[in-house]
């Protein structure tokens, strides 16, 4: 395994992520920003940021396999979430967790970032996702 991930008890607790990755490997893996939007660019779960937040896992996880790495992989995630507010923390993670089994994103995930946007690729657009991986 190139990734070691830990929380040290001296950071906050709990969070739904790992404070700390450490990574060995020579490939460097980043996939851009990935949305609720099907490979023929249809939007997926329009109006619903728990859909959407598990399509843009989703493809997320699709570009890491197209390299041959997964998100046991991935030393960090990166969320951007359209209007933010603390109320919708609940929605944000249920679509994590909806998918977390499907596509192998261990929970806690890797260390996360949750950034509030104004605005999106497009006015439907809820959430994004970014995804660093490190491979051998």
Same mark, same amino acid.
């Given at each position: #395994? +190139? =990734? @070691?991930?830990?929380s040290p008890t001296t950071l #906050?607790?709990? =969070? *739904?992520?790992? @404070? &700390?990755? &450490? !990574? +060995?490997?020579?490939r460097h893996v980043h996939v851009s920003g990935q949305i609720a939007r099907t490979a023929d660019s249809k939007p997926v779960a329009s109006g619903d940021l728990a859909g959407q937040v598990a399509q843009a896992l989703r493809n997320a996880h699709t570009g890491l396999a197209s390299v041959g790495a997964g998100f046991g992989d991935v030393v960090r995630l990166t969320f951007y979430v359209t209007n933010w507010t603390p109320t919708k923390i609940e929605a944000f993670m249920a679509g994590i967790e909806a998918v977390a089994?499907?596509?192998?994103l261990p929970l806690p995930m890797p260390p996360a970032s949750l950034i509030g946007v104004a605005y999106l690729f497009e *006015?439907? =657009?809820l959430v994004e996702v970014e !995804? +660093?991986?490190i491979l051998d």
């Amino acid at each position: #395994m +190139t =990734v @070691h991930l830990s929380s040290p008890t001296t950071l #906050m607790q709990p =969070v *739904p992520y790992h @404070h &700390v990755a &450490v !990574a +060995t490997g020579t490939r460097h893996v980043h996939v851009s920003g990935q949305i609720a939007r099907t490979a023929d660019s249809k939007p997926v779960a329009s109006g619903d940021l728990a859909g959407q937040v598990a399509q843009a896992l989703r493809n997320a996880h699709t570009g890491l396999a197209s390299v041959g790495a997964g998100f046991g992989d991935v030393v960090r995630l990166t969320f951007y979430v359209t209007n933010w507010t603390p109320t919708k923390i609940e929605a944000f993670m249920a679509g994590i967790e909806a998918v977390a089994d499907e596509i192998g994103l261990p929970l806690p995930m890797p260390p996360a970032s949750l950034i509030g946007v104004a605005y999106l690729f497009e *006015p439907d =657009v809820l959430v994004e996702v970014e !995804a +660093t991986a490190i491979l051998d």
